[in-house]
């Protein structure tokens, strides 16, 4: 059997971009071996298929690049918030379990419909980057490439539903090197979370710009009428992912527990703000009257 | 067979089947999602669980929250801020309850006249809908709002802008106030202690300033439901729908059905006449069908377009949809060294008209929200970029988000130390504002809406009126001592939802004829704030429009079962009438 053509450097440059290159055989290296060789796994039915090992590299990929966004809303004294370039000594989004909300927002209660998973998957599986640009540490061995290329397809064109935290993640990565290609390599798994705040900033301005058809710069292949959706919707979700980061890093997800419907902890939101000190209240001391001694007022 | 069907329970529907049910009508309110029939075990106080969009206990989508949220296609970076449930909207609602401008209405013939959405007015005068103001004031009831310190600061600033006090319903020029507001006054110990146990019904009546109307209000602790300080339609007009023979004579309690989305009106012709002749509605993935004499929609600016689409029904004109108004807001706020009282008390308890450019209101928030609301933009992240935008005026730096360690900054002084000012935009009915059908995928309850606004190609006057009053915010601010202005120049928060099934004096730009019903189909009625022919002026719409839908019910009782008026010929009962609340408890309600 002839040994198929490895994938083309745009393919290579694609799976660099949106972080699954770097993560799965990169400096993350998460992806087991018998994806690479996979011999091992082929004479071997204990070990788990293609699909069971490419999905945690891909859930620790979309974590990795949602904490480069939490930060990015609100910054601590994490290793994120360090190389974003803006540290500080108070808890931050990290701290807050932004992180956490995100990814159980976009997984759990976005509605994501197969009308719309099946193209995103189809187009991740497919997508190539010609955008022109030079990209470091791109000297994977073709092999290995094409086999993990093989695993993340099968991942995707399987029955399992897709996680909405990837195809975002991969996004932001995607837009993180346009900005900068260096951040293909470094620290964490993920481009977005290698870029300062202001490298951040202008991935957002990139899917924020009005008069831009994302779309396209994605390379992203959509049936029409979806693909004016679609990219609509992207604009929509350019300012969702600041809106809910901020969201939920100030908020109580993180300490509430569900079931006695209390908290377990002072929010980390409520301590930067000084919101209820003393924790919910029936109401408070302020009525200082009626504005000129006014209580009615009639034509 | 019913005489009428209400769709949908939210700040409309209620309003005409509480009116109908006393006159003795058999109705059917519909209501898509859940009735918090006991908010102290179902509700708590905080932001994420109630106002997640996506899965608070205030949010639109089903009563189970593990299922997901109702998905609607927006082909923009905004927000529409739709809920279902018993109430709406209005179980999120500050209460605030001013009158429509008088230059919205036909008739008008002020100095100002022409500085109004002139091609859009009213399709009668502003005196023919005084009555039902009066009315539904003295319903829920409206009064003064008490004062607390961010309403203190906020008037202090207003104080240096050279303008009178309006101390009557009506306004008449540029003036600024307490609002009046369908919260009940703080009585006994509430707003005067923050101690739990003295804060109980009837040791305390009306507001106990707790800060959570966007929660949803179930205080004072204790209080029979229509007792609680704010009047949502699910504190007020609800439980009187529920208990119409113990208020009024002859009055026929209504049937409430929860849980139950309306997915198709249907009609069929009389005469050659197109006539509403029923729903269909699914629970639990289970259609049911019911006829009524007549079908009043009540599902809101997003939703009734929606349901007359998937319904199939005639549009000649093209308007079902079109012309939706949100006040196109903006976001200012104030960093002061003092203490501001926010986020304490009622969410905004203060406001300031300018007509016909829009308003202000001063609006409390809690932590998350104050977040969310100051990184919601359309001018990209100040000091980052634009995104063609970042005005400037007199606040300081460009328009835009407040990010990442800025924000951390701004909202570490504390959040007791921010005023934060809601500019409100009299903007114009504009055909292409408007909801279609999506072509994303359907839900369970059909094809979905899309909710298009092209927030940079607004009219001239609309632009300009923004640009006006978010300029205003910036120098009351100024004048109440803050010491930083920021203007975060939002991107489409829809909050304020108007005139998407506008009523209209022309048959080329609207859906409903002068008393409600629309032009397509006889005995089919809209009753909400998508019936408003405009954005009002800017006054927030709950009180304009239950007047309105006051009104429609008087039409439709008048019309389809011989009745006469009766607005200007009785007395309203009250919504917190003691024989309501003996009567919900009789019942279990």
């Given at each position: 059997m002839p040994v198929p053509d490895p994938p083309p450097l745009s393919r290579r440059a694609f799976l660099a971009r949106i972080g699954v290159l770097g993560a799965a055989l990169g400096g993350g290296g998460l992806l087991a071996r018998s994806v690479i060789a996979p011999a091992d796994a082929a004479t071997n039915p204990l070990l788990p298929t293609t699909v069971d090992l490419i999905r945690p590299v891909l859930a620790a990929l979309a974590r990795d690049t949602l904490n480069g966004l939490t930060v990015f809303a609100m910054p601590g004294p994490d290793p994120y918030s360090r190389t974003q370039g803006t540290p500080s000594s108070t808890p931050g989004a990290i701290e807050a379990g932004a992180t956490d909300f995100i990814i159980n927002s976009l997984d759990?209660?976005?509605?994501?419909p197969d009308a719309i998973a099946q193209p995103v998957g189809a187009a991740l599986v497919t997508g190539l980057a010609d955008s022109g640009i030079a990209l470091p540490?791109?000297?994977?061995?073709p092999v290995e490439l094409r086999r993990l290329d093989r695993a993340l397809a099968a991942y995707l064109q399987s029955d399992e539903a897709l996680p909405l935290s990837f195809p975002i993640a991969g996004l932001l990565n995607l837009m993180a090197t346009q900005v900068n290609p260096l951040a293909v390599n470094g620290p964490h798994l993920s481009p977005f979370a290698r870029l300062s705040y202001a490298e951040k900033a202008k991935a957002f301005e990139l899917i924020e710009r009005t008069d831009s058809d994302l779309v396209a710069l994605l390379d992203v292949q959509f049936p029409e009428p979806l693909k004016a959706s679609v990219s609509g919707l992207l604009k929509f979700v350019g300012g969702a992912l600041i809106e809910f980061a901020t969201f939920g890093a100030y908020g109580e997800s993180a300490v509430y527990d569900k079931v006695s419907r209390t908290l377990r902890a002072r929010p980390i939101g409520w301590s930067h703000t000084g919101y209820q000190p003393h924790g919910?209240?029936?109401?408070?001391?302020?009525f200082i009257g009626y504005y000129q001694g006014r209580q009615k007022v009639s034509d | 067979m019913r005489d009428v069907i209400v769709v949908g329970a939210g700040g409309g529907g209620p309003v005409v089947a509480k009116e109908l049910a006393a006159q003795g009508l058999d109705v059917l309110l519909l209501e898509a999602?859940?009735?918090?029939?006991n908010p102290r075990d179902e509700w708590t106080t905080f932001e994420d669980d109630a106002n997640n969009p996506l899965t608070g206990y205030l949010r639109w989508g089903p009563s189970d929250r593990s299922k997901p949220a109702w998905f609607r296609e927006w082909p923009q970076n905004s927000f529409v801020w739709q809920l279902s449930g018993v109430g709406g909207t209005t179980q999120h609602f500050y209460g605030n309850y001013p009158r429509a401008y008088p230059g919205v209405f036909e008739g008008y013939d002020g100095a100002d006249k022409n500085g109004y959405d002139v091609d859009h007015?009213?399709?009668?005068?502003y005196g023919e809908l005084v009555p039902y103001f009066e009315w539904v004031e003295a319903t829920m009831p409206v009064m003064t709002a008490a004062m607390g310190h961010k309403e203190q600061t906020f008037f202090r600033g207003a104080e240096t802008l050279g303008l009178p006090v309006q101390t009557t319903k009506t306004t008449h020029r540029p003036s600024y106030r307490p609002q009046e507001n369908a919260i009940l006054q703080p009585g006994g110990t509430a707003g005067k202690t923050a101690s739990s146990e003295l804060l109980v019904y009837p040791k305390a009546t009306g507001c106990t300033f707790c800060g959570y109307c966007f929660q949803g209000c179930m205080r004072p602790n204790g209080a029979p439901r229509n007792q609680f300080a704010k009047r949502s339609t699910d504190n007020s007009y609800v439980p009187m729908a529920l208990t119409a023979n113990v208020w009024a004579r002859g009055g026929k309690p209504i049937e409430l059905i929860t849980d139950a989305f309306v997915t198709r009106v249907h009609t069929e012709k009389r005469h050659g006449v197109l006539t509403a002749t029923g729903v269909t509605w699914l629970s639990d993935g289970t259609e049911h069908r019911e006829d009524a004499r007549v079908v009043v929609m009540s599902g809101g600016c997003t939703e009734n377009p929606r349901l007359w689409m998937n319904s199939g029904l005639p549009n000649p004109n093209g308007?079902?949809?079109?012309g939706y108004t949100d006040h196109f807001f903006d976001w200012v706020f104030g960093v002061f060294d003092d203490y501001t009282g926010n986020p304490k008390g009622v969410g905004s308890s203060a406001r300031l008209d300018y007509p016909p450019y829009g308003g202000l209101e001063n609006v409390g928030l809690p932590p998350a929200l104050a977040a969310f609301a100051g990184t919601l933009s359309d001018s990209g992240i100040r000091g980052q970029y634009k995104n063609g935008r970042g005005q400037t005026g007199p606040w300081d730096g460009p328009a835009g988000r407040v990010m990442g360690p800025e924000l951390k900054e701004v909202l570490s002084h504390g959040l007791d130390r921010l005023l934060s000012v809601l500019v409100i935009t009299d903007d114009d009915v504009e055909a292409q504002n408007r909801v279609t059908l999506s072509a994303l995928p359907a839900d369970e309850n059909g094809p979905i809406p899309k909710v298009t606004f092209k927030q940079r190609k607004r009219t001239a006057r609309t632009l300009r009126n923004r640009e006006f009053m978010a300029r205003k915010a910036a120098e009351l601010l100024r004048g109440a001592g803050a010491k930083k202005v920021y203007r975060i120049d939002w991107a489409p928060l829809i909050l304020h939802v108007q005139s998407s099934m506008r009523m209209g004096s022309s048959e080329r730009n609207s859906v409903l004829d002068a008393r409600g019903e629309t032009r397509a189909v006889k005995g089919l009625f809209v009753a909400d704030n998508s019936a408003l022919s405009n954005g009002l002026g800017g006054p927030n719409p709950t009180l304009t429009s239950q007047a309105l839908a006051t009104r429609t019910a008087e039409k439709i009782f008048s019309t389809y079962f011989g009745g006469d008026p009766w607005v200007r010929s009785s007395s309203p009962v009250v919504s917190t009438d003691p024989r309501i609340s003996v009567r919900l408890g009789q019942l279990g309600l």
């Open positions: 759990n209660f976005v509605p994501f540490g791109l000297e994977v061995l919910p209240v029936e109401g408070w001391d302020d | 999602g859940p009735r918090h029939a007015r009213f399709p009668f005068t308007w079902v949809g079109r």
